[in-house]
């Protein structure tokens, strides 16, 4: 199941949905949204009543298939490649204008050659601009 919700959130049309649902035109509509109804269509896909009250023969429901694909995630990461980027909460750090660059790992949205679906780890460091030109870094959250 998270194979297919990995699938499923790199494919073009959910892009375009989380694109669109951040872009502003709704607020009440966020990428959080979108997530979930990936997640609602893999369970439906792998066979889990829509309904919430469990299949025709009585087996787990699509709400308790639900929870139990969340809760798969963030012990599945080599699978489920995006809680490497929500793993990562904000707080607040004691790096200093004019400090070393520490040793931070970063992560893209797919690999550099592009073989693969997943996160790439790259290192702060490596994006230092070889001319001497500062570096910024800019992280936000919006949803």
């Known amino acids: 199941m998270l194979q297919r919700e990995a699938e499923l959130r790199l494919a073009p049309e959910t892009q375009k949905a989380y694109y669109e649902a951040?872009?502003?035109v709704?607020?009440?509509y966020s990428w959080m949204e979108v997530t979930s109804e990936v997640q609602r269509r893999v369970v439906r896909e792998f066979g889990f009543?829509?309904?919430?009250?469990?299949d025709a023969e009585g087996g787990v429901s699509a709400e308790a298939a639900l929870g139990e694909l969340r809760a798969a995630a963030p012990r599945n990461m080599s699978i489920a490649w995006w809680q490497k980027?929500?793993?990562g909460?904000?707080?607040r750090g004691t790096v200093r204008a004019g400090?070393?660059?520490p040793t931070v790992e970063l992560w893209t949205t797919d690999d550099e050659a592009g073989s693969s679906p997943g996160a790439s780890p790259v290192g702060?460091?490596?994006l230092v601009p070889a001319d001497g030109r500062p570096l910024a870094v800019v992280a936000?959250?919006?949803s």
């Open 89 to 91: 909460k904000a707080k």
């Open 22 to 24: 951040e872009s502003g």
């Open 49 to 54: 009543g829509g309904d919430g009250n469990g």
């Open 124 to 126: 702060l460091s490596s």
């Open 140 to 142: 936000l959250s919006y």
């Open 99 to 101: 400090d070393a660059i």
């Open 26 to 28: 709704d607020d009440d």
């Open 85 to 87: 980027l929500v793993q």
